[in-house]
């Protein structure tokens, strides 16, 4: 016959907080273990792209870990993806170059 089991704890609602695994122990009963929430990886706030290089972990594993596994070498590393970095950089450039150009036909329209 199939043993019955019954959860632990209070909340007997098939919940994402619930959740379980089916274990035999040693003395051969069927119980449940309570399985965690496994944490998800950093998504970029402009482009919504996971990002890479950085391992997903709670805040109390973060506290655990090297400062390599939390971060990316790079301007913004480990905040906003590697497009994102780009375009701030590209739009930046442009910005600039748009600058000179308006400093060029201002002295140019100077000398006319």
Known sequence: MVQRITYRRRLSYNTRSNRVKKVRTPGGKLVFQYLKKR????????????????????????????????????????????KAVRDKIVRAFLIEEQKIVMKMLIAKGKKE
């Not at 997903?56 to 301007?75: H, I």
Request: glycine letters at 10%; charged letters at 25%; a positive charge.
């Open 39 to 82: 944490p998800t990886v950093p998504k970029c706030p402009v482009t919504g792209l996971k990002i890479k290089g950085v391992k997903p972990a709670t805040n109390q594993e973060k506290s655990r870990m090297s400062k390599r596994l939390k971060t990316v070498t790079r301007a913004y590393g480990g905040v906003l993806s590697h």
